[in-house]
């Protein structure tokens, strides 16, 4: 009987010291880029004006809705909470949401 690589104990300890620095998934990498666009609204609202910052975090929201509606759901990664159909739908109900209150809620006078 041969032991296969995936199954050596000493290949797996190997593996445990190196810690991986890249997602194992593609729907990893979008959360990632998803997750970027909201820190950055983020950060945007904060020091620049609210209204942008709004924008890029519900265009981030709904970069990840759509990114969860074509991932296949074995490479969906972090951007799979729930079922596929129910993140779509709060994901982008939530980006679009903002965006239209970003684009309608009149400037107020100072």
């Known amino acids: 009987m041969t032991v296969s690589e995936t199954e050596d104990p000493l290949h797996d300890e190997q593996e445990a010291d190196?810690?991986?620095?890249?997602?194992?998934?593609?729907?990893g990498a979008?959360?990632?880029?998803?997750?970027?666009?909201?820190?950055?609204?983020?950060a945007i609202a904060?020091?620049?004006?609210?209204?942008?910052?709004v924008r890029w975090i519900g265009g981030g929201l709904v970069f990840a809705a759509v990114c969860r509606l074509l991932v296949p759901g074995r490479q969906a990664g972090m951007l799979a909470v729930r079922n596929r159909w129910i993140?779509?739908?709060?994901?982008a109900g939530v980006g679009g949401l903002l965006l239209f209150l970003a684009a309608s809620i009149p400037d107020q006078p100072l």
């Open 18 to 27: 190196q810690p991986r620095r890249y997602p194992s998934t593609l729907g």
């Open 30 to 42: 979008l959360y990632l880029l998803a997750l970027a666009a909201v820190v950055a609204g983020v």
């Open 46 to 53: 904060v020091f620049d004006g609210w209204r942008n910052g």
């Open 87 to 91: 993140d779509v739908v709060l994901l």
